[in-house]
Antibody
Framework: QVQLVESGGGVVQPGRSLRLSCAAS????????MHWVRQAPGKGLEWVAV????????YYADSVKGRFTISRDNSKNTLDLQMDSLRPEDTAVYYC????????????????WGQGTTVTVS | QSVLTQPPSVSGAPGQRVTISCTGS?????????VHWYQHLPGTAPKVLIY???KRPSGVPDRFSGSKSGTSASLAITGLQAEDEADYYC???????????FGTGTKVTVL
């Protein structure tokens, strides 16, 4: 079945780095754009970053631009999020998410979500 | 700070109808980008309820419906049930941000 499994979360000190990974299975990963979405404790959902199917296009939320890097390895069906210069406000559950389709300018709704991995910056 | 505004909470008795508004601007909902709605229960992954403004994925009860007009969108839940207690989020694309935006979220309580 279609599945996304995140890993790499943990507790990290402010200013340090952490790398999240998402393993995809059950669908043609190399044909899908992919998102990272997060939810801080007691807060709502926040979009973090998106990457095109081939990794050529990447966009970021202003809150993480210049600190986070999204990447993918289509040979391994994995999506990564490199998080540098972490701040306490980056504390959140991070979800890997697949949009149903992506056009030339943007993607449609998310139809597959991972279960999330927790990052605590303290 | 989210650019899509929702009421923090709505409530209703079982069987009643509730609506959740999602107010955006000319760079997202008003720019004709689709609005999608998600249901999120604590400790679980969000689930899409409505996509493309008013379409329901298979398996989502027809008690859930969506609409869009101008710079706003709405989610309606009719025949409210206890299992509908959850957080609900609208989502769209914003051309000025070149990114995706979620609403502030609405907690639905079944009285």
């Amino acid at each position: 079945q279609v599945q996304l499994v995140e890993s790499g979360g943990g507790v990290v000190q402010p200013g340090r780095s952490l790398r999240l990974s998402c393993a995809a299975s059950g669908f043609t990963f190399r044909s899908s754009g992919m998102h990272w979405v997060r939810q801080a404790p007691g807060k709502g959902l926040e979009w973090v970053a998106v990457i095109s199917y081939d990794g050529s296009d990447k966009y970021y939320a202003d809150s993480v631009k210049g600190r986070f890097t999204i990447s993918r390895d289509n040979s391994k069906n994995t999506l990564d999020l490199q998080m540098d210069s972490l701040r306490p406000e980056d504390t959140a559950v991070y979800y890997c998410a697949r949009p149903q389709t992506c056009g030339t300018s943007h993607c449609s709704h998310v139809d597959v979500w991972g279960q999330g991995t927790t990052v605590t910056v303290s | 700070q989210s650019v899509l505004t929702q009421p923090p909470s709505v409530s209703g008795a079982p069987g009643q109808r509730v609506t959740i508004s999602c107010t955006g601007s000319s760079s997202n909902i008003g720019a004709h980008y689709d609005v999608h709605w998600y249901q999120h229960l604590p400790g679980t992954a969000p689930k899409v309820l409505i996509y493309g403004n008013s379409k329901r994925p298979s398996g989502v009860p027809d008690r859930f419906s969506g609409s869009k007009s101008g710079t706003s969108a709405s989610l309606a839940i009719t025949g409210l049930q206890a299992e509908d207690e959850a957080d609900y989020y609208c989502q769209s694309y914003d051309s000025s941000l070149s990114g995706y935006v979620f609403g502030t979220g609405t907690k639905v309580t079944v009285l």
